[in-house]
């Protein structure tokens, strides 16, 4: 099968137009049975959740307030836990119509050195032009011994937001992550196997008919997490989630230029 890549985006964006595929805040943190991608967005939520809770956090006693910048994510669904570990939380897209506070990509911030404590860049690896220039960016922008969490699919259907680029495996993405600068710390793999093949059906079911499929969307769903309970298996997932730390070095208590708004 051919494929001709100057009509590929506009196929996309024919076939999705009636479908309404994106989401609300509400629908990444807490996403209902009913939705063709429940098994990867409660899978996410929790791991999400999991690894925001083992970053140290902050109290009342330190001086200085950490930021946290939610890259690729004006709306950032994980502000809420970010907050309550005592992150001020900022967030950058590639428009300011979503209300983010900076407007950027990943390759190119436009922020100071070591100006931010904790970066989050959650399904965004995968649409950005070089992922290892945009690891290496944020990189830069950490203050050392900051924390970057980081997610990316292994397993997805095509989805140019505004392009789609990249997959990446349980290898692949902590070895990027360690080459750029960082020490993984965690892998966290959302999904095995039969979570993986229920989430195939439901996008084969999406594609077809959309949210008129809801119904059966809810009955993969339950299958899907109670099968992958049963059976697990990490050779074949969905989607990885990794916790990494910039390394501190002789400067670890410089504070870069000051984040402001």
């Not at 950027?104 to 904790?118: A, H, W």
């Not at 945009?134 to 140019?160: D, K, M, S």
């Not at 969905?238 to 002789?250: G, P």
Request: proline share 5%.
């Amino acid at each position: 099968m051919e494929i001709d890549l100057s009509d590929l985006d506009f196929a996309f964006r024919k076939m999705h137009a009636a479908k309404h595929s994106r989401h609300d805040v509400s629908d990444r943190i807490a996403p209902s049975l009913f939705q063709y991608d429940y098994l990867v967005l409660s899978t996410l939520a929790t791991d999400m959740q999991r690894l925001i809770e083992e970053i140290p956090c902050r109290d009342d006693s330190d001086q200085d307030t950490a930021v946290a910048l939610d890259l690729g994510c004006g709306k950032s669904p994980y502000r809420f836990l970010l907050e309550s570990r005592g992150f001020s939380v900022k967030t950058m897209d590639i428009s300011l119509d979503g209300a983010a506070d900076f407007q950027g990509t990943i390759e190119e911030t436009g922020l100071p050195d070591r100006s931010i404590d904790l970066a989050i860049c959650t399904q965004v690896l995968e649409h950005s032009i070089d992922p290892g220039q945009g690891l290496r960016e944020i990189c830069r922008i950490l203050r050392p011994g900051g924390y970057l969490i980081v997610t990316a699919p292994h397993i997805w259907f095509y989805h140019p937001h505004p392009s789609d680029n990249w997959r990446f495996t349980q290898e692949g993405l902590p070895r990027l992550v360690a080459a750029c600068g960082f020490e993984p710390m965690r892998l966290l793999a959302q999904g095995g196997s039969v979570l993986s093949y229920f989430q195939i059906v439901n996008f084969l079911l999406f594609g077809l008919a959309g949210k008129l499929a809801a119904p059966v969307y809810a009955i993969n769903n339950v299958i899907g997490k109670w099968g992958d309970n049963l059976l697990t298996n990490r050779l074949f997932c969905l989607n990885f989630a990794v916790l990494a730390r910039k390394a501190e070095f002789s400067t670890a208590h410089q504070r870069g230029t000051e984040f402001s708004a």
